[in-house]
């Protein structure tokens, strides 16, 4: 079983659906992450949540909605998308706090919007 | 404001040379850096992590870091077709700041 899981790892939407992406991590950590990545763009940093909490929301627009129901899982919710937010989206997890601090991903989930 | 430069590439080295990769940070606070490995397709893995100034080997990689500099830097040494991928170079501003950048693609030609 991978360190951190994500679900569905290819996503084709209309603009006009609502999906949700999940994450699942399973090496006790306390801190996730949602990353997206463009092409020939830096990983852009979306959410973060630290346990359970929000503490990170660098200007993301509304039609993207993080929730963290507990300190193992992630979703991100979709509606209403652009076809330029089609990328790759992918989740991490790490301790914050605790030492040396080292980002593990999922596998990430390859996003198109039609 | 918190930024990590790499550059873009390509970088192309032959078979067992050694490749050398540059990253540059904006922000003194910085507390701990890592590179990651990325091939197409796939999401980044952690190859080597470094927290304090100097030298840090794990078999063919070596990891430099120059805080005064702001400068990090990862040798791969007897460069092999396999480690032909992009290098993304991420530093941790602690406070669940993690940020990267946007990546060296290196091509090792057999």
């Known amino acids: 079983e991978t360190g951190v899981t994500q679900t569905p790892r290819h996503l084709v939407m209309g603009m006009t659906n609502k999906k949700s992406l999940k994450c699942e991590q399973h090496l006790g950590h306390n801190a996730m992450y949602w990353y997206k990545q463009s092409a020939k763009k830096p990983l852009e940093l979306m959410f973060v949540y630290s346990l359970e909490e929000r503490v990170e929301n660098n200007s993301v627009p509304s039609r993207f909605s993080p929730e963290c129901p507990n300190s193992s899982h992630l979703f991100l919710h979709l509606h209403t998308l652009q076809p330029e937010d089609s990328a790759l989206y992918l989740c991490?997890?790490?301790?914050?706090?605790?030492?040396?601090?080292?980002?593990?991903f999922g596998q990430g989930t390859r996003l198109t919007v039609v | 404001q918190k930024e990590v430069e790499q550059n873009s590439g390509p970088l192309s080295v032959p078979e067992g040379a050694i490749a050398s990769l540059n990253c540059t940070y904006s922000d003194r606070g910085s507390q701990s850096f890592f590179w990651y490995r990325q091939y197409s397709g796939k999401s980044p893995e952690l190859i080597m992590s470094?927290?304090?100034?100097g030298d840090k080997e794990d078999g063919r990689f070596t990891a430099q870091l120059n805080k005064a500099s702001q400068y990090v830097s990862l040798l791969i040494r007897d460069s092999q077709p396999s480690d032909s991928a992009t290098y993304l170079c991420a530093v941790n501003w602690g406070n669940n700041d993690m940020r990267f950048g946007a990546g060296t693609r290196l091509t090792v030609k057999p």
């Open positions: 470094i927290y304090s100034n």
């Open positions: 991490a997890s790490m301790n914050v706090g605790l030492g040396n601090t080292e980002a593990f």
